[in-house]
């Protein structure tokens, strides 16, 4: 759809707010947020006589919410772009502008809602299920939302069903995408102490050939486990374990975890250490193994957890081994200025071979993020950060790439969000 008509349908929305009772509430927002990077051994181990990468990627956002006592309502329109990807008389982008968010929410009761559109599934620390915030793109889903709320508990039932087109026969999928989920989110608070617990059921197409005849099969896997956390004024800790069976999408079995932990203690008013560990089980290189033990994170931001340079989960293949990640972040806080250090330790936690069928180091690498945020106004905020991997053969062994040139990656952002109207 082209632009104009959004911006045609902005207007009707905001002559249709003028029209009613001022008891509903209407909000005009946006972002835009240019990103400029430096790559060079991004996701990947850079190989000898390949040159860096240099880029800036954009995305624009604008952003309607409409609510009265009953109906909350939201649409935000998005644009994700490559500076220079057309030529300066192009009509229109690439990639176009589409739909992020929209949907609707009606409260039967005070406590008692259903949601229902294209939406966000983020909660907690956003291990499991994350807006992928990162990504200039995002990450939504087309489904429906039923929440239960009281002060102290809350349960979010969730469930989408995904089809390529409107189509009147068989409901054959052939986007990169899940077919079908479901989840159960429950969370509960007591005092200083939070407990949450995941339930998600993930269907994914696979295509097999039976009795001469293409069909395809929705292959489920699950995965179960709680999140606990203590916050305090000196100390904070958060703990999780999920466990994960079904099949994958090879209809094999599945049998893998992920045990996170994280401590992080205000030494000052300004001053923060912490320390963390995630072990995510993966598959020996060296076994045929009857059971798949590689724990998927099909849903979480693998950005902001296994390192900023997504070598491992965020898009980028590892070769099944699993990751273990034992990481220290340092963070110093001023009035509009954020530090953050954090030096990753990777391992594998399976068995890795090279070329000659021998084992090899399960020493990954370590990886050392650096991040600066200036928040210069309510409406920009200022972002630069860079990270450098010291990989090794063994993480060249699954990576590709030459672990002995120099892996490094820089960015730059600027993040605007301007509050355009609001009565």
Known sequence: MKI???????????????????????????????????KHGYKSLIGDNVDAAFSTSQRTRLNLNYSTPKIQTHISLQNIGIWGEGTTSSKSD?????????????????????????QLFMYDDQKVLSQSDWSQAGRRHDGMLFKYELPKFKVHLGAAYNQDTDKDTGTFYSTK??????????????????????????????????????????????????????????????????????????????????????????IYDNIVLGVGTQYATGNNQDEVATKDKYFTLPFTSGHKFQGSMDYFYSSSSHENVGIIDVYLPFNLNFDKLKTNLTAHYFMSPANIVDAQGKLMDKYLGTEIDLQFTYKFSKELSILCGYSHMFGTQSLQEIKGGNYQNTQNWAWLAFSFTPSIFKN
């Open 4 to 38: 104009k008509y959004f911006i045609i349908f902005g207007i009707s929305f905001i002559a249709f707010s003028f029209s009613t009772a001022f008891a509903q509430n209407f909000e005009i927002s946006g972002q835009i947020r240019p990103r400029t990077e430096y």
């Open 94 to 118: 690439k990639a176009g502008t589409s739909i992020f968010q929209a949907w609707g929410e009606f409260f039967v009761t005070p406590e008692f809602s259903i949601k229902a559109g294209r």
């Open 177 to 266: 995408n899940y077919k079908t989920m479901q989840f159960i989110w429950m969370h509960y608070d007591l005092n200083k102490f939070g407990a949450s617990l995941y339930f998600i059921n993930n269907g994914m197409p696979q295509n097999v050939i039976e009795d001469s005849v293409s069909h395809q099969r929705i292959r489920f896997s699950q995965t179960v486990g709680p999140l606990l956390s203590w916050k305090d004024e000196l100390f904070n800790l958060q703990g999780a374990f999920y466990y994960q069976m079904g099949k994958n999408d090879k209809n094999k079995d599945l049998d893998a975890f992920l045990a996170t932990f994280e401590a992080n203690f205000n």
